[in-house]
């Protein structure tokens, strides 16, 4: 299909394949609406800042294939793929979307948990007696 902008997103593990076609601002996530699909209203807004940013929220429709993590970390994943299919459409919005820091992922992930301790960082309680 012409004028069809690819991109892959992700965030702690969470992959998001973002495809961006000229339309009128339709979003489809996993082939159900936005609404349907996320039902926390901040993670709507976190999800479209690169549209909204650029002025291209009605210009553009998103179909998106996300899949892993929970709902924070498959919001991030989707912001970072429309960011990059955004870059492929348009160049110029780089420096835009740099600014705003969508266009770096986010390296932040889980810590393991070690052996002989509670958690990542976490130890079990000591007892002297």
Known sequence: ME?????????KTSVARTWLTP???KI????????????VESAKII???????TNNA???????????GGISGQ??????????ALIQADPDLRTVL????FVKRDPRVKERKK???KGARARFQFSKR
């Not at 009605?58 to 892993?68: E, K, P, W, Y």
């Not at 919001?75 to 990059?84: E, K, L, P, Q, S």
């Open 58 to 68: 009605g210009s553009f429709d998103v179909r998106i294939t996300v899949n892993g």
């Open 75 to 84: 919001v991030g994943a989707i912001r970072h793929g429309i960011t990059r």
């Open 115 to 117: 052996y002989g301790q």
């Open 28 to 39: 489809l996530i996993n082939n159900r609406t936005v609404d349907d699909y996320f039902p």
């Open 98 to 101: 740099k600014k705003a820091g």
């Open 23 to 25: 339309g009128n601002g």
């Open 3 to 11: 004028n069809e902008y690819y991109a892959t997103g992700r965030r």
């Open 47 to 53: 999800m479209t800042q690169p549209l909204t940013l």
